[in-house]
T-cell receptor, first 108, second 118 residues
Framework: RKEVEQDPGPFNVPEGATVAFNCTYS??????FFWYRQDCRKEPKLLMS???SGNEDGRFTAQLNRASQYISLLIRDSKLSDSATYLC?????????FGSGTKLNVKP | GAGVSQSPRYKVAKRGQDVALRCDPI?????LFWYQQALGQGPEFLTY????????KSGLPSDRFFAERPEGSVSTLKIQRTQQEDSAVYLC????????????????FGSGTRLTVV
């Protein structure tokens, strides 16, 4: 079983839509949590850290449920520029474990 | 430089050839990581340095892979006798954070080296 599991998608949504991604992680000792964004043939870039209290950055909201070992990302008012692969990441003792990513396509 | 720099950006190697991939981390960053990303997959951990010390090399797939960071700044990932399954993007990341606790800030990745073994 992979350390971090994500639905690969693709999620095809119209501009302005709200879309939600989820991931689960298997090791309860995981210490910190992130969403990264990766554009085609580019390096992953940090989108946001994820906290149990939930956190928001503009149109993006992330949530962590430690009891269920579940992480979510909500994107409101999708833009064409949001099209990318979103990687769920957990950190345990300086080792990042990445999911395989969820592909998002935002259509005009 | 302002970010993590990797070279070369692209490398084509014949099977059996040795390759060396370079990473220049952000100046002053004590931690440096190498990851391997196969097509359609998320990056996978290879190895971790804190300054010049290689604290974790559990992700190196075989003894053909070797990494070093002799002066605690630039790092080189060497792959000997390359095989087709080594074809991937090799990503380097650095962090100002040192230690084995959790971090609340993500790492900054370089643009990667895309290795193709033919």
């Amino acid at each position: 079983r992979k350390e971090v599991e994500q639905d690969p998608g693709p999620f095809n949504v119209p501009e302005g839509a709200t879309v939600a991604f989820n991931c689960t992680y298997s090791n309860s000792a995981s210490q910190s949590f992130f969403w990264y964004r990766q554009d085609c043939r580019k390096e992953p870039k940090l989108l946001m850290s994820v906290y149990s209290s939930g956190n928001e950055d503009g149109r993006f909201t992330a949530q962590l449920n430690r009891a269920s070992q579940y992480i979510s990302l909500l994107i409101r008012d999708s833009k064409l520029s949001d099209s990318a692969t979103y990687l769920c990441v957990v950190n345990r003792f300086n080792k990042f474990y990445f999911g395989s990513g969820t592909k998002l396509n935002v259509k005009p | 430089g302002a970010g993590v720099s990797q070279s070369p950006r692209y490398k084509v190697a014949k099977r059996g050839q040795d390759v060396a991939l370079r990473c220049d981390p952000i100046s002053g960053h004590v931690s440096l990581f190498w990851y391997q990303q196969a097509l359609g997959q998320g990056p996978e951990f290879l190895t971790y340095f804190q300054n010049e010390a290689q604290l974790d090399k559990s992700g190196l797939p075989s003894d053909r892979f070797f990494a070093e960071r002799p002066e605690g700044s630039v790092s080189t990932l060497k792959i000997q006798r390359t095989q087709q399954e080594d074809s991937a993007v090799y990503l380097c990341a650095s962090s100002a954070f040192a230690g084995t606790g959790g971090v609340n800030d993500g790492y900054t990745f370089g643009s990667g080296t895309r290795l193709t073994v033919v």
